[in-house]
């Protein structure tokens, strides 16, 4: 067993991440040590990078789509076994006892504390996470796996808050859009693909992935949308994908930030369009996703990377030359 591992820091925000040899941390009670074979970079990862998270437990270790295998149970675990393959997700604690986490709603605890964020997370090669709020996962590519710790259950969440929409139109055509794409199709509803104006690549991306319309932001789809899920940090979207969206219909804000929106005209709101965002995971969310997806096919586009080039990683998602998702790997694994 391994005492030194090799963990990209986050200092502070506004900085590079720092590649340094931290101790193996150790598992506690009701907690897994997990030996990480791969761990998506999320969004929120740059957001949390550019200091655009409130509070983040400095120095933190980033990464909140880990996968990888369990190395030491801590005491009282119960469900996991050593070498298990398993998977930490976004929701690393909540308290169980508001009013949210009595009513279902552990996604909107008052005091949840988050992977990657206020809890070490996965740009590591080795992390602890409390087990239950970690999945089991499957065999197979861990890379190709960690994209759906995050990006997939967030555009899960997204995709049942819209409602049962036949005309879905997805706004940012990156990890989580490309996951959720495949969902809706399967479920057989044609996705409308909205990306930065003149990005042929990723309407290129969108169409190879069966979207029924692929275009600009700027542009208009040849249909009116039951329902837009915006995974785009742009609050300019949400007035254009209201304007799009027909009556009844709901506008998905899937990020965890977002620039200012614009102010709109009431007509755009009127006929019972509505505008929500969607915040975070249950654990119910996650045990339904992997669930469906044991028994629909989804394919994730992946671009790997070493753990110690997490720096180059949010550099080419921050400027939008990734393609599906961006994934550090350890060197271990699958
Ligand atoms: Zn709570
Ligand atoms: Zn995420």
């Known amino acids: 067993m391994k005492r030194r591992m090799q963990a990209m820091l986050l200092d502070r925000p506004g900085i590079p991440l720092r590649l340094v040899e931290l101790p193996v941390p150790h598992a506690g009670s009701g907690e897994l040590l997990i030996a990480v074979e791969a761990c998506g970079v999320c969004r929120t990862d740059?957001?949390?990078?550019?200091?655009?998270?409130?509070?983040?437990?400095?120095?933190?270790?980033?990464?909140?789509?880990?996968?990888?295998?369990?190395?030491?149970?801590?005491?009282?675990?119960?469900?996991?076994?050593?070498?298990?393959?398993?998977g930490v997700p976004w929701l690393?604690?909540?308290?169980?006892?508001?009013?949210?986490?009595?009513?279902?709603?552990?996604?909107?605890?008052?005091?949840?504390?988050?992977t990657g964020y206020q809890i070490n997370g996965g740009y590591a090669e080795f992390t602890v996470a409390d087990a239950r709020y970690c999945f089991a996962l499957p065999n197979g590519d861990a890379a190709a796996?960690?994209?759906?710790?995050?990006?997939?259950?967030?555009?899960?969440?997204?995709l049942r808050l819209a409602g049962d929409p036949r005309r879905l139109g997805i706004y940012g055509f990156g990890a989580a859009a490309h996951i959720v794409a495949q969902l809706a199709k399967q479920e057989g509803r044609a996705f409308y693909a909205f990306t930065r104006p003149g990005d042929d690549a990723a309407q290129r991306f969108?169409?190879?992935?069966?979207?029924?319309?692929?275009?600009?932001?700027?542009?208009?789809?040849?249909?009116?949308?039951?329902?837009?899920?915006?995974?785009?940090?742009?609050?300019?979207?949400?007035?254009?994908?209201?304007?799009?969206?027909?009556?009844?219909?709901?506008?998905?804000?899937a990020g965890i930030h977002?620039?200012?929106?614009?102010?709109?005209?009431?007509?755009?709101?009127?006929?019972?369009?509505?505008?929500?965002?969607?915040?975070?995971?249950?654990?119910?969310?996650?045990?339904?996703?992997?669930?469906?997806?044991?028994?629909?096919?989804?394919?994730?586009?992946?671009?790997?990377?070493?753990?110690?080039?997490?720096?180059?990683?949010?550099?080419?998602?921050?400027?939008?030359?990734?393609?599906?998702?961006a994934v550090l790997t350890t060197g271990r694994g699958d």
């Not at 308290?95 to 008052?110: H, I, K, M, Q």
């Not at 899920?229 to 009556?247: C, E, T, W, Y």
Request: glycine fraction near 12%.
């Open 92 to 114: 690393g604690w909540t308290c169980g006892e508001c009013r949210f986490c009595v009513s279902g709603r552990e996604n909107l605890c008052d005091s949840a504390r988050f």
């Open 206 to 253: 969108a169409l190879g992935l069966g979207a029924a319309w692929a275009g600009g932001a700027d542009e208009a789809p040849p249909q009116g949308l039951d329902a837009a899920l915006i995974f785009a940090p742009v609050g300019a979207l949400v007035p254009a994908a209201l304007r799009h969206v027909d009556k009844g219909g709901c506008v998905v804000c």
């Open 145 to 158: 796996l960690a994209p759906l710790l995050c990006a997939g259950l967030i555009g899960y969440r997204a």
């Open 258 to 325: 977002m620039s200012d929106i614009p102010a709109f005209p009431y007509a755009d709101l009127w006929g019972e369009r509505s505008i929500r965002s969607v915040a975070n995971l249950t654990r119910r969310d996650g045990i339904e996703f992997f669930e469906l997806l044991a028994k629909i096919s989804v394919h994730t586009t992946i671009q790997r990377f070493a753990l110690a080039q997490a720096n180059e990683a949010l550099a080419r998602l921050r400027s939008g030359h990734i393609e599906g998702a």
């Open 46 to 86: 740059l957001h949390l990078a550019d200091g655009e998270l409130p509070q983040p437990r400095l120095p933190v270790i980033p990464g909140h789509e880990i996968v990888g295998r369990v190395a030491v149970l801590g005491d009282g675990v119960a469900g996991f076994s050593v070498g298990q393959r398993v």
